[in-house]
């Protein structure tokens, strides 16, 4: 079978299920999961798509869903996309340890598993990359999201560590690095405040980018040769001053989430 072939995790909605329909009308085969069954039949549906009802913070999970997507593909797995993730916001000292373990679970320990058990299938497919979101807020630590903004400190250390350490396998490992973007992670609450992640963002004066920028940006990380693809204004004027304007940054910060009430 010569149909390329790429696996989406959270790929029932927002970004996922943006790259979902990009790299199917580009003639691509795809395999969605998710957690979230009502989604993910319907966007299975509408693409075309393989469709598996799994948490990827569930290892054998992981194993029969890419078993059986690659025994529909003949072997082949040439993007492996870890994709999913939960944004919770708020001051760190009033958060719920299960929330901050919630967080760490699936946005890191899911991106671990699915590198590692993806690995030998992404091997055995010449070309292949391991392509991981990661955030703006892995350019900077973000004051109120602390969970998550570590949590994508350590997708973006992952990608970097693992495009040196699978280079001899013949494996490109490459991240987008996204801004703000407009989808329904961005209604989850902010701890200690009657605002969603959304209605803060917005009222920081940050601009919200839409999935499909995101996904055309996938595309371009999984065919091109840069490690970290930044996407949308936010993500740009963060890598920008990170480099530039750390101190000015850094006061940025004390003005930031953390305030927000």
Request: with cysteine; net charge positive.
């Amino acid at each position: 079978m010569t149909q390329k072939a790429i696996f989406i995790t959270g790929g029932a909605s927002g970004i996922g299920l943006a790259t979902a329909h990009l790299f199917a009308k580009r003639g691509w085969r795809v395999g969605l999961a998710d957690v979230n069954d009502a989604a993910l039949a319907a966007a299975g549906t509408e693409i075309g798509a393989n469709t598996y009802r799994m948490d990827v913070r569930d290892r054998d999970g992981w194993t029969a869903a890419l078993e059986d997507f690659t025994g529909s593909t003949g072997g082949r797995l040439d993007v492996l996309f870890n994709n999913a993730g939960i944004g919770s916001g708020g001051p760190l000292a009033e958060m719920d340890f299960a929330e901050i373990d919630r967080v760490v679970a699936i946005n890191l320990t899911g991106v671990l598993n699915g590198a590692r058990l993806g690995h030998a299938y992404l091997k055995r497919t010449p070309g292949s990359c391991l392509l991981n979101t990661a955030s703006a807020s892995a350019i900077y630590g973000s004051a109120g999201l602390a969970p998550y903004s570590a949590t994508k400190f350590g997708v973006r250390a992952l990608t970097e560590a693992l495009d040196g350490e699978w280079h001899a396998d013949g494996i490109k490992v490459r991240a987008i690095v996204p801004g703000f973007i407009d989808t329904p992670l961005l209604q989850g609450p902010v701890t200690g405040s009657n605002r969603s992640i959304r209605e803060t963002v917005t009222a920081a004066g940050l601009e919200l980018t839409s999935a499909d920028v995101v996904a055309e940006a996938a595309w371009q990380a999984v065919h091109g040769e840069r490690l970290h693809t930044h996407v949308g204004p936010t993500a740009r004027r963060l890598a920008f001053a990170a480099r530039w304007m750390p101190g000015r940054l850094r006061k940025m910060m004390r003005r930031g989430f953390g305030a927000e009430k």
